[in-house]
Nanobody, 121 residues
């Protein structure tokens, strides 16, 4: 089993930046793909970004392109740098993991417990 633990959420103002972190533990593997989803109140969970084990290939949702950056510093840790935050970015952000980008984008094998990000206007 793999455990994912997020950190770094909080309350910020529109235009501010925030960095989320996610650490993986347990039975991970060298090419472990990690990504981020979010769920706003009353809405379905949506894909945000995903990257390969070395950060060499990343995919973003259109809504965050140019503002969010996903990065890795190891096979067990992923970050989400969020700049120019907007009130509509308010959501619970979940870390996700799996063995391919396609898998993690659609139906991740592993989920974190989520961290709240609130952007005030």
């Amino acid at each position: 089993q793999v455990q994912l633990v997020e950190s770094g959420g909080g309350l910020v103002q529109a235009g501010d930046s925030l960095r989320l972190s996610c650490a993986a533990s347990g039975r991970t593997f060298a090419w472990f793909v990690m990504g981020w989803f979010r769920q706003a109140p009353g809405k379905e969970r949506e894909f945000v970004a995903v990257t390969t084990w070395n950060g060499g290939n990343s995919v973003y949702a259109d809504s965050v392109k140019g503002r969010f950056t996903i990065s890795r510093d190891s096979a067990k840790k992923v970050y989400l740098q969020m700049n120019s935050l907007k009130p509509e970015d308010t959501a619970v952000y979940y870390c996700a993991g799996g063995d391919t980008i396609g898998r993690v984008k659609s139906t991740p094998d592993y989920w974190g417990q989520g961290t709240q990000v609130t952007v005030s206007s």
